[in-house]
Nanobody, 124 residues
Framework: QVQLVESGGGLVQAGDSLRLSCAVS????????IGWFRQAPGKEREFVAG????????YYADSVKGRFSISKDNAKNTVYLQVNSLEPEDTAVYHC?????????????????WGQGTQVTVSS
């Protein structure tokens, strides 16, 4: 069973940055795909960024491209989401999710395991 624990969220001002972490256990991050999703109050869960197992290829939602960056540290078995130039619209609970294949995709339904989430709140 893959387990994921997010951390790094907080209350920040518009324009600030955060680094969110997703600590993975049960499988190595090199053998699975990880996606980051977010859910704001009253809204659907939406895809933010993904990183494939093996190749480490990354892909992003258009709304965050150029501001967010996903990466992984195989030695720490951790995936990161660097979030820069934060806007109030980025306020949400951010979840990481794992899919036990080398390509995750943008659909939440593709993913097998989820973390509990970390809250990001951006004030204007």
């Amino acid at each position: 069973q893959v387990q994921l624990v997010e951390s790094g969220g907080g209350l920040v001002q518009a324009g600030d940055s955060l680094r969110l972490s997703c600590a993975v256990s049960g499988r190595t991050v090199s053998s699975i795909s990880i996606g980051w999703f977010r859910q704001a109050p009253g809204k659907e869960r939406e895809f933010v960024a993904g990183i494939n197992g093996g190749t480490g290829n990354t892909y992003y939602a258009d709304s965050v491209k150029g501001r967010f960056s996903i990466s992984k540290d195989n030695a720490k078995n951790t995936v990161y989401l660097q979030v820069n130039s934060l806007e109030p619209e980025d306020t949400a609970v951010y979840h990481c999710a794992a899919r036990r294949t080398l390509f995750g995709g943008r659909s939440a339904g593709n993913y097998d395991n989820w973390g509990q989430g970390t809250q990001v709140t951006v004030s204007s």
